[in-house]
């Protein structure tokens, strides 16, 4: 068994259809929800009030529903569907979406949408599948002055459109490597990506609305539906402190590469707050709730996004009370070509190239080596096109004879932190992980 | 059922492919990733488990499988407990944060006994060699 193999049973979709009017192709097509008649009879015989018994009450369009295919019609809104558009992407988790990129598909300097990885807490809003903004409003209020209610054309028109290329990764990008495992969606180096953003200053709208001299976090809220099915049920609601919210790379976007906001990345209106863990970026936006303490809204607290305040050993379980929440990201970087396990030519020279970012803004100088980690040559690094975007560096290695090689790559932030070539601090939740990242070569 | 008319289907991924035809990890050769040996170790084993049953999303067929797929899938896909490998401590939080948190329905003591034995028994980081 491998990891991957498990993800999707060995089937290949890649020729399926599935037929609208045939929840049982629907089945098919759901590499968790394999029909057969026996399961069919299994949930026949358990009935829908048997269930409704076992989940509480969380059916959800049960009238819809032909009998016996409950976990299908749970399925409806994860956006699976809109996978198709997404480029040799590798699912993690399908309910809720949860999908990476392979490192070499990352090569872009603008990752495109069809390589954007999609992290998702909860299922995708009926109003993002049907791309209708219709009445959208977002609303600013808690510690300000002048509560706002804004239309989408309100921000277009009320404020300065800005343009920016800002690096998204998921807070659990690396949890796979921590040993003992740490619980949540296994991203292995693939959960980031650096689209072009459009949209307004978060710190710009924040001003017009008036922050009073209470303010000290934001608090943010969208309209996706929670896996239960429960409607009231708040997904996620993180935030940020409004030193960082000021920050003039902060945005509220509606455009991301210069197409309107996708489905699956928020549609209408989403905040990027670049450095930070990308649930912090609230997708589908609708409020930001303005707060006179750290906010304490869904996956604030206990263990999600939280780090142990002082190092622990590996498997530790650690209490609540002493986890802190992890805001700034570390320093990383991506060998983005050539894929990993190229085969290259004894002596000759190969381009090696890839993406260096950190949470703190610039990378200030980026390193390979292809003798695991015993000498280092500098690479060249390209300045970012703004801050908080990634930088392409480049360098060029050659093999002296005939073998096996690894690429190393090992990127330094403006402080001297450099990425480690092992996992770093354990944490119950594996946040964090910047550990280098290699490639093999094959020389002959 | 609204969505499902552009259900086509999640795309699955040249890439998944490419992995998984890596069984031969201390053997590399072309296509091979070196990150995969600094997996968990528990994520590249299978312990020994018994083979997938594909009436419960490819769980390993044993006491416990039909429970765990019911009532985990109800919510979230069975690839969210497939690639966990988790400490016996950690899984008995996630029963608890899964009720308190995720509003997971509570469950009879002899279920949930049930199926955390199970989980612990094939999702578990724990060395019990």
């Known amino acids: 068994m491998t990891i991957r193999a498990n993800r999707n049973n060995g089937q290949d979709p890649a020729h399926a259809r599935t037929d609208p009017t045939d929840p049982a192709s629907i089945d098919r097509e759901l590499p968790d929800r394999i029909p057969d008649p026996d399961r069919r009879s299994v949930l026949k015989g358990a009935g829908l009030a048997a269930m409704g018994a076992a989940l509480g009450t969380a059916i959800p369009f049960h009238r819809n529903l032909p009998a016996g295919v409950i976990p299908v019609a749970l399925a409806q809104d994860t956006g699976a569907a809109l996978m198709k558009d997404k480029d040799g992407l590798t699912l993690l988790n399908e309910r809720p979406l949860n999908v990476e990129t392979p490192a070499h598909l990352l090569n872009d300097d603008i990752t495109p949408y069809s390589r954007m990885f999609i992290r998702s807490n909860g299922l995708i809003p009926q109003s993002a599948l049907d791309m209708d903004a219709t009445g959208w409003t977002l609303d600013v209020d808690g510690e300000v002055d002048n509560p706002l209610s804004l239309s989408l054309d309100d921000l277009k028109n009320g404020f300065e459109t800005v343009t920016l290329a800002l690096v998204l990764e998921c807070g659990g990008n690396g949890r796979a490597f921590f040993d003992p495992g ?165 002596g000759q020279p190969v381009a090696i190239s890839g993406h260096a970012w950190a949470g703190n803004g610039d990378v200030q100088s980026m390193h390979v080596s292809l003798d695991f980690g015993q000498t280092w040559q500098e690479a060249e690094l390209d300045a970012p096109p703004n801050k908080y975007a990634w930088q392409r560096w480049r360098a060029e ?43 093999a070569l094959f020389a002959s | 059922m609204r969505a499902a008319a552009c259900l086509v289907l999640p795309v699955i991924f040249a890439s998944v492919t490419a992995v998984a035809a890596q069984e ?101 980081s724990e060395d019990r060699g």
């Open chain 1, 182 to 346: 740490a619980s949540g969606n296994q991203w292995t180096v693939g959960a980031v990506g650096c689209p072009e953003w459009t949209g307004v200053r978060l710190g710009d709208v924040l001003e017009k609305a008036g922050l009073k001299s209470s303010a000290v976090y934001t608090g943010h809220y969208g309209n996706d539906v929670d896996i239960s099915g429960d409607p009231d049920k708040v997904v996620i609601s993180r935030g940020v402190p409004i030193d960082k919210a000021m920050e003039p790379e902060c945005l509220i976007a509606w455009s991301m590469d210069g197409e309107e906001l996708p489905a699956l990345h928020g549609f209408p209106l989403r905040l990027v707050i670049p450095g930070y863990p990308g649930s912090a970026s609230q997708k589908f936006l609708t409020r930001i709730w303005v707060r006179d303490k750290v906010h304490d809204g869904a996956k604030m607290g206990g263990h999600s996004y939280r780090l142990p305040r002082n190092p622990v050993a590996p498997g530790t379980e650690v209490p609540e009370e002493d986890m802190e929440i992890l805001t700034i990201m570390p320093v990383k970087s991506l060998i983005t070509e050539p894929e990993t396990g190229a085969e290259v030519s004894a």
């Open chain 1, 397 to 439: 290695v050659t093999p002296p004879e005939a073998g096996y090689y690894e690429v190393w790559a090992r990127a330094t932030d403006r402080n001297g932190m450099m990425q480690p070539p092992v996992t770093p601090g354990w944490n119950p939740r594996g946040y964090g992980n910047n550990m280098m990242h290699r490639i």
């Open chain 2, 24 to 124: 031969e990890p201390n053997r590399p050769s072309s296509g091979y990733d070196p990150m995969r040996r600094s997996l968990s170790p528990s994520l590249k084993e299978d312990g020994g488990a018994p083979p997938g049953n594909p009436d419960y999303g490819g769980l390993p067929d044993a006491a416990g499988a039909e429970e765990t797929y019911y009532l985990c899938s109800a919510c979230h896909s069975i690839t969210m407990v497939t690639q966990q490998r988790l400490s016996d401590d950690r899984w008995d939080y996630l029963w608890d944060w899964m009720v308190e948190k995720q509003g997971m329905p509570q469950q009879d003591a002899e279920t949930r006994e049930t199926i955390l034995d199970y989980l612990k028994t094939y999702f578990s």
